[in-house]
């Protein structure tokens, strides 16, 4: 008899030894999803520090990049209204008004970095808004007549 005690010992770190398979089976799965997760997240934003190419970002990265630069634009570019007032709703369909905006933040971003000084900033606001200004000014011009510039351009001269 003493046999069928220890089959029954056995039988029963056995069943305790699966639980525990299992347990570390779904914390591997989990462990994989949030790694999976993590890694679509670090695919989908843009390079810090890098110019932003937006010929190169796929659509997560483009998603991610406009959400932040319109994050930027709301808190940010409005404080100066001159500026912002030259907006209208179509901009992300303006190549040229998206490389000025992301010209602009990523340029403000350098000047407000951990590294950067006053003078840096002075040289953002004399410098780079004014011409974003000038850009948001020409690459919007025709939006109110519902002329969109960048659907007029004829790229077949390029040949």
């Known amino acids: 008899m003493a ?14 030894l699966q639980d525990d398979v299992d347990g570390i089976t779904k914390d591997l799965r989990e462990l994989a999803g949030e790694v999976a997760k993590l890694e679509a997240k670090i695919r989908a934003e843009p390079v810090p520090g890098r110019t932003w190419n937006w010929k190169e ?16 634009m709301r808190t940010t570019l409005v404080r ?25 933040y990523r340029t403000w971003t350098l000047a407000m970095g951990a ?36 659907e007029d351009i004829d790229v077949s001269r390029i040949g």
């Open 3 to 16: 046999g069928s005690g220890d089959d029954e010992a056995f039988g029963l770190a056995l069943d305790g």
């Open 57 to 72: 970002f796929n659509e997560d990265q483009r998603a991610v990049a406009l959400t932040e630069l319109r994050e930027w």
């Open 115 to 150: 590294n950067a000084n006053a003078e840096q900033f002075a040289y953002w606001l004399n410098k780079w808004l004014p011409a974003l200004d000038g850009q948001l000014r020409e690459s919007l011009a025709e939006c109110g007549t519902g002329r969109h510039i960048s």
């Open 80 to 104: 100066y209204p001159e500026v912002f007032g030259r907006l209208r709703q179509c901009w992300p369909e303006h190549p040229y008004a998206v490389d000025s905006l992301t010209a602009a």
